[in-house]
């Protein structure tokens, strides 16, 4: 479980093709804090598990076995040595929840569509998955490349959210251009609603 507050910027050290799966390294500090091997990691909003930690002369890397189906549902297809991933470790219980509940299971793949600048934020449009718009509402929490954010407006296929300094600073999200891909994940609450309450829906069978 995360919260979407990303610690760290990391770097892409390594990317190894295993035909089926590819095993994927990363250079980090803050995000190596206390942590040992089986723990979770989200790089950019996508959990994945800690299988070896090597502490080197250009700093700690620390790698991951990313299978092809995460590879074929997330934005992690493709990425490079160099490129740099926004990293979240698990939440314990008694950390601060400042963001909102983020699972690390990423529903669907955006693009990013415009970015409108002004002095002090930035709006960005993401266009989502159709069917992924009824889980997304205004003012409600949706997760960007692992990034917890406050959505401004919806559509049927898009959303807008407004970025902070900090936020452009800390995370991806500050370079990110139109026609970048980025991890989405919704509001796991609002899954949850939409099938408790399914049964009870006019027509639905028994």
């Known amino acids: 479980m995360f919260t979407g ?12 093709d295993q035909g089926d799966a590819v095993r994927l390294s990363v250079r980090a500090a803050a995000a190596l804090d206390g942590t040992r091997l089986g723990d979770s990691i989200a790089v950019n909003g996508c959990c994945l598990t800690v299988v070896a930690i090597d502490q080197e002369d250009k ?21 490079a040595p160099g ?21 690390g299971h990423v529903d669907g793949v955006g693009t990013v569509v415009r970015r409108e600048t002004s002095d002090h934020w930035e709006v960005v449009e993401v266009s ?12 409600g929490s949706i997760t960007v490349d692992g ?33 970048d891909r980025v991890n989405l994940e919704t509001d796991v609450i609002a899954r949850h609603v939409e099938k408790l309450i399914t049964a009870y829906l006019p ?4």
């Open 59 to 79: 700093g700690a890397t620390w790698t991951a076995d990313v299978m092809q189906e995460t590879l074929d549902m997330t934005s992690l297809q493709g990425v």
């Open 83 to 103: 490129d740099r991933v926004n990293l979240e470790r698990a939440m314990t219980p008694d950390q601060r929840l400042g963001g909102h509940i983020v699972q």
């Open 128 to 139: 989502m998955p159709a069917e992924l718009a009824r889980y997304v509402v205004p003012k």
């Open 203 to 206: 027509g639905a069978s028994a």
């Open 5 to 16: 507050i990303v610690e760290e910027l990391g770097t892409v050290a390594a990317v190894e």
């Open 147 to 179: 990034v917890s954010l406050t959505v401004v407006d919806v559509g049927p296929d898009f959303f807008t959210v407004s970025l902070i300094p900090e936020t452009l600073a800390r995370t991806t999200l500050g370079s990110r251009q139109p026609g």
